[in-house]
């Protein structure tokens, strides 16, 4: 680009006066859109203010003001401040115009903003339930939907504290199950939609008449397939062994975190998010930690940060090493690699019980430190994994994989995804970065201790399977030079600003807190309305924006190869799902 | 493994032929040929696919007790491990595949949410324990349980299925085993068996909410707007 950009955040108001203006309610930031003026004035923050990235969009119900709120937040992938935009629309009819024509990245968070808001997005391509199914009764994220198990608002229940009863709540459902139907439901008449919609949509889309036979083939991989990573599901068309279109279906493990976590105490959120990407649960209570540390105003002391460094850097390993072996299986060399992969991982699992008391739900992090300090002997564990054993074994599955001639001609021009379409997609992490774009949270918006540290950001130029695949290898290398400066400078300390407590005071106010997990930008919104509970709990999960992706590398490929390239994009369906 | 019963089946072997010849009953050797190779589903939900992983790899070696043998296809598998949450939306494909294992079969439900919802229960789309469906054999707790659970879980099958006679076991009989019924996707899940009164109790709600229906009416125009956009 040209002209240079400013590091300041551009003010809205003052440049587009006549459409935005400064967000006025307490603890909020950004500005408030008409949505009549919404396409006109992203289409400027994108082209004329290089706002070229969407990170998030969602959309929360202030019940009250009797309104449906769409957030946005806009970066730029050469780093600087945030920008963040909102639109409101009326409960009774929300329309809003979409912004998928104008960041493809906004397609899955529309349609998951359509699907548990209940936000309809006008000129969107393909406005389905995604989470949920088709027929779903209401959208769950409304302030007036109830669940069919629902106690009460707000935890802790009153049944439970002070009083101490705990009432089964299949008990209070006429059906003794959670489920809930819609007065006068009659299950005998019910057509279940089904996925015939979808495929006639997928064959009128490319021309092929829906109702005839043709070689054009539709084939549903998942959502109980060896190789989709989970409960993930792909419908693909083909033609022949080519793949003409490919639409991801997900939701197969939509287990509710955001009502949930509205329900829950902000605190008792914590090993929720455990549970989102299940194979780095620290990088998980970072990102959360963070958002709410960003609300209160406070911050950790010296040694828990250093703390918070050290399990996120390991946990980037453990997801990584998992990762490639998984890789591998992908590619057919089934558990080889995995087994080395897992090896090291144990080691590390090791740690993070001894800190944590669990091996994989850590619930570590605490607002303002960590839960304890770490025992006697573990730097030492550390160390020896981090000088010795590490290195040596990274260079060992380098030296098995990357010039095997297999792992070569399976993923070297596979999946190809340009620069520009990964930053259109708002793809993040591995993804992005191998696609050549050197975004990586850590240098562009350092939080926590990370601007201390001596570390490269890696790059990878074909954005290709192969470029997603070393980038997590030198991604490991970068890890533990952060490591080594870590043991090097953890000072003595506390681990915890203030006294532990179980019922924490939120300011209201909104806050987004954002870290580099290992799958990519992991981010937390949270809204608080000054009650011990979460008003608005919404997470930005990695994997579910790299799937925007996903079409996008498949097309033109074998069927052989989708198996890999979702691979090489490393999703976790606890994620991907929430 | 050792099996000390395996050789005594409860009469007097003479001297001579002590040693030289063992005696059992076919019940004994067939299920000790079964226990040792139980081959599970290669099946993952949820976080306790990941330790079911770590169970399998060189660590906790599953391959010690003739279970390493992870099978992709229900047809080839014996134990169905239900590792995770169960979804409203996933269960039509639990049931399914459970359907089309073959007999003897057995399921384990693995962690906290698969024996009965866990900390998700309370959640709109979550299955409060996989066994409103399908008869589980073994529930293991912990969330996620470690791989020595895990395998403790494992081995009481192994266990059970030491103690089951061929007389009088329900697969070796004549009748064809019961399918269960897969469930629907409707405004909510749909179990098939509870159909009637499914009906029964939302024609009540019709009945009585007739004069103050207005929050349901509404919930149901949005909904059917809903389908309509998709």
Redesign the interface.
Known sequence: MEQAISIQAPDLAALFPQWAIPDPRAGYQGYLVQPDHLVELVTKIRDELGYDYLTSLTGVDYIEDGKLEVVYHFNRTVGGPGLVVKTQAPRDNPIIPSVTPIYPGAEFQEREA?DLV?I?FQGHPV???IL?????????LQK??K???Y?EEAKPFKSRWPGGVAVR??DNN??G????????????E?V??GDEALYKAMRRLHGIDPDMETDRMIINLG????STH??FRMVVLLDGETIVDLKPMI??????HE??GE?NTWLQNM??TD?LD??SSMSNNFGYALAVEQLMGIKPPERAEYIRVMMAELTRIISHL?AIGFLGNDLGVF?TP??YC??E??LILDIFEAVSGS???CNYFRFGGVARDLPEGILEKVKSLVYDRLPRKIDDIDRYMTKNEVVRLRTEGVGVLTAEQAIRNSASGPVLRASGVPYDLRRAAPYSIYDRFEFDVCTRNHGDSYDRYLLRLDEIRQSLRILEQVLRDIPDGPVMTGKPQYQIKVPPGESYGRVEGPKGELGYYVVSNGKPNPYRYHVRPPSFINLTSLADMCKGMKIADVVVILGSIDIV??EVDR | MENPNINQPGYEIPPDIQNQVAVTTLDRVYNWCRRNSVWPMMFGLACCAIEMIGMAASRFDSGRFGMEVMRPSPRQADVMIVSGTVTKKMIPQIVRLYNQMGEPKYVVAMGACASGGGPFKEGYTVVAGVDRFIPVDVYIPGCPPTPQALLNGLIAIQKKIDNEPIKGSRWYSKEPALEIPVPILGPDLIDPRKIGLIKEVCMQKAASSASDSLPDEKDQSQSSAGSQAG
Do not use: S
Request: aromatic content about 20%.
């Open positions: 359509y209940g309809r406005l389905r339930r949920t199914w088709e027929g779903f009764y209401g959208h769950p007036d939907w669940e069919p198990f106690e709540a299949e006429p059906f199950d959670n489920v809930q139907y819609p007065a006068g439901f009659n299950p005998e019910w279940p939609e959502p109980a397939h060896p989970g409960v939701g197969y493990l939509h287990r509710n009502k949930i329900r090993p929720f549970r299940y194979v998992i558990f995995v087994l897992l090896e991982r144990e091996r994989m739900m369906l606890g």
